[in-house]
């Protein structure tokens, strides 16, 4: 069994600060390619930046120049830094983590944390 916990979220003013962390758990071989996806009210779920195994790494134009994820391999763990945050980035952010265990390789999804960007 794998556990994906994000933490992090919070309230901030626009042009503020925050660091999500999403850390997995449990019986893993490796972590491959991870996203972090948001879901603002009344919105479909959009990816907003990703990092495969190597460090590549891929942002949706909206926070591109603005947000940066990156991983701790040793700790399984994924961040994703958030500056000169705007009302727009609000919504409930999830990571997404495609992790080989011993069954095999498998999409496992993080319960969400919430970020509001107040103006």
């Known amino acids: 069994q794998v556990q994906l916990v994000e933490s992090g979220g919070g309230l901030v003013q626009a042009g503020g600060s925050l660091r999500l962390s999403c850390a997995a758990s449990?019986?893993?071989?490796?972590?491959?390619?991870v996203n972090w996806y948001r879901q603002a009210p009344g919105k479909q779920r959009e990816l907003v930046a990703t990092i495969t195994s190597g460090g590549r790494t891929n942002y949706a134009d909206s926070v591109l120049g603005r947000f940066t994820i990156s991983r701790d391999s040793a700790k399984n763990t994924v961040y994703l830094q958030m500056d000169s945050l705007k009302p727009g980035d609000t919504g409930v952010y999830y990571c997404?983590?495609?992790?080989?265990?011993?069954?095999?390789?498998?999409?496992?999804w993080g319960q969400g944390t919430q970020v509001t960007v107040s103006t």
């Open positions: 997404n983590c495609n992790v080989a265990t011993m069954i095999g390789w498998r999409r496992y």
């Open positions: 449990g019986t893993i071989l490796m972590i491959n390619e």
